[in-house]
């Protein structure tokens, strides 16, 4: 008898708080499995933002750092700054990275910074209770939008993956999501992959997540994978933005 | 060829009951328990024919409370 899963290392036994059939425990499991298998756990430093995953400080096994609304690219900056020894990645919502941390995440590709991001795009602001985002589809219903998004009003979602791929400090940009075990799997590859690449010391490297949110979205979890694979993919389209350059 | 034979472990009071382990499973031998409610007042995923089990881990894949271990023998 072989065990062929377990819970990783790279985890605490905190229960987390997010609602059942939320992706984010998916993501949180393949950072933790990624940091463990690339042998940077121990010297792991994460930054937690404002949203949903702002307890990610008590679910992650490394030492970890809590950043103002938006602003982790730049705590990490800080950090990876002065310990460059240090593995150093912000794991960010949509409302924190594409609304109010625009500047900070944009800036910090502009220089090149060697940190990693986990970027969790659900298409809506989930701990405030289900407002518009950047992220927020059109006709895509939020209590801030009761008829659906409104493109003359609100302009179109926002791309983010699309953006930093034009930015030339950011060396790695990939887009996945989590609704299959296919996908789970290629999602861990893709985070190993970007996480590598600040081992390696080439640069800034982030891995977008198409994820969930069932609570508000009013949906279950598994109708939620389904709207998500009908509505987002089509939208935000899965796949590699950006590799490093040979001559990185 | 010997059928893959597997076996899972369910830490049903930490499970909230979403399902995505039920929507994967290949062989549908997980379903949810509505008969009990679990230390999170959740109805927990259970599998009752265990011998039917091939240890793919597609559940564990999706779980996203890690609440399942995967063994293959």
């Known amino acids: ?41 121990d010297k792991a430093i994460g930054v937690a933002p404002v949203g949903c995953a702002v307890l990610a400080y008590n679910y992650f096994n490394c030492d970890m750092h809590e950043a103002a609304h938006g602003r982790a690219p730049a705590v990490a900056t800080g950090i990876k700054r002065v310990r460059p020894e240090n593995f150093v990645f912000t794991y960010q919502g949509d409302g924190d990275l594409a609304s109010i ?76 999501t989590v609704t299959t075990p296919g996908h789970v799997r290629k999602a861990k590859k893709a985070i190993k992959e970007c996480f590598k690449l600040q081992i390696e010391g080439k640069g800034f490297g982030i891995v977008e997540v198409l994820s969930t949110c069932p609570t508000n979205w009013g949906l279950t979890p598994e109708e939620s994978l389904r709207w998500l694979e009908e509505n987002m993919i089509p939208y935000y389209p899965l796949g590699s933005f950006k590799r490093p350059k040979e001559d990185d | ?46 599998v009752i024919e265990m011998d039917k089990c091939i240890g793919c881990a597609n559940c564990a894949m999706m779980c996203p409370d890690v609440v399942i271990t995967v063994e293959r023998y």
Not at chain 2, 6 to 13: A, H, K, L, Q, S
């Open chain 1, 1 to 41: 008898m072989t065990v062929v899963f377990e819970k990783t290392k790279g985890l605490t036994d905190v229960q987390t708080h997010y609602c059942p059939g939320c992706t984010h425990g998916i993501v949180h499991r393949l950072v933790g499995e990624a940091l463990e298998e690339l042998g940077v756990l």
């Open chain 1, 101 to 176: 941390g625009t500047a900070e995440i944009v800036h910090v590709a502009h220089r090149g910074e060697k940190i990693s991001t986990i970027f969790i795009n659900n298409a809506i602001y989930g701990m405030t209770g289900g407002q518009m985002a950047p992220t927020t589809l059109i006709g895509q219903k939020a209590t801030t939008a009761p008829l659906g998004r409104d493109e003359a009003h609100s302009g179109k979602p926002i791309k983010m993956s699309e953006l930093l791929a034009t930015i030339d400090g950011a060396k790695f940009v990939e887009r996945v």
């Open chain 2, 1 to 46: 060829m010997a059928k893959a034979r597997g076996r899972v472990i369910f830490e049903e009071d930490l499970c909230k009951g979403c399902g995505l382990c039920v929507s994967v499973c290949p062989t549908k031998i997980i379903s949810l328990d509505n008969s009990t409610i679990n230390a999170k007042g959740y109805h927990p995923a259970i």
